[in-house]
């Protein structure tokens, strides 16, 4: 794929949309005029939409794989990929979803984020890149560094899932086990000191990076191209970059004329931190939040980020909140239905669920995302059993 064929023309500041920026470099720190010392707004890429023909999105004679099939409307895909995407829509019950996005090369979603943020590393050519992760994010980000010939620096916590630990280890990233709290301190550092290209968080507040979230509307494009537009959708939701990009996507086919609405986006968080929630309810553009234990490790967040407010509100969705039963309950129905997610995953189903009848629009169909393998749980390990005689 030829990097020009992406119709990306700037970066824009979601803070104040009057305020843009050159395409490059990728902004990593967010909008640099819109944040305070409280919160940080974050930028979208911008696209020159009135070039592409909706027509050829959907093209059936388009033979492109991976992210490639929808290059268009991505940032430059300088770096190679590893066909991420085209995740199947698994019909759970009629008229409800699950978009499985283990069948991933790392099992996870967050391939799509790390083929954009990858890409712009090679674009503005970085040594190598920079990630705090507890899990998925550090194992893809590892992945497409690798890809690419980058070294790879992840920061994460004490405690790494076995298989994360073991696709980092394949990968040959360098593993710096810190206490939370001082992920997001260190990698501002690593970054300044290192020059190496950040592929997650560095503000007060939750921005992350300019092209990552770019990634995630293919996951919108994929459904529309499997059942058109659902009632809703229902995202596990830590910092709620997947969230934004479910959105933006759907938004994207609305404003070319291919779709006439946007489905409601129901953002589905931990009970025990919930940030997204507390932000919408208190009228904030982010929020903190004291962060209580959950098995849901990799959406318990204690911050959130602008991104996910503009997701919800404008989609008339909502932010749901899910304690660990309602996730393992989710998480069980799944199994029994062949899907093994991990219990964050499960998030989306047990928001669904929650609602009791549930609050739709118009009785059509709904789309759980279960973002990654039950692989990934802290708890998985293999089960020791005792041999049993023939009789």
Known sequence: MKPADSLATGQRSLGDPDLDYPLWPPLTAG????????????VEVDYAYDKLDPATLFSPSEKRHGLERWAPLLPPLTAPGLGEGATPLVELEPGVYVKDESRNPTWSHKDRLNRCTTSAAVGVGAPGIAVASSGNHGASAAAYAARAGLPCVVLTGPDLPPAVDSFLNAYGAVVLPVPWEARWPLLRQVVDRLGLHPVSNLTTTHTGHAYGPEGYKTVAYEIFQDIGVPSAVFVPTGYGELLFGVWKGFAELRRLGLADRVPRVFACE?????????????????????????????INSPVSGYRGVVAVRDSGGRALTVDDRQLADAQAELARAGLWTELSSAAGLAG???????DLTDGGPVVCISTSSGFKDKGTAARRTEPVTPE
């Open 31 to 42: 909008c640099p005029r819109t944040g305070t010392a409280d919160v940080a707004y974050p």
């Open 270 to 298: 931990p009970a025990a931190s919930g940030p997204l929630h507390r932000a919408l309810a208190e009228g904030l553009p982010a929020a903190h939040v004291p962060v209580a234990p959950s098995d849901a490790y990799s």
């Open 352 to 358: 669904l669920r929650s609602l009791d009848p549930p």
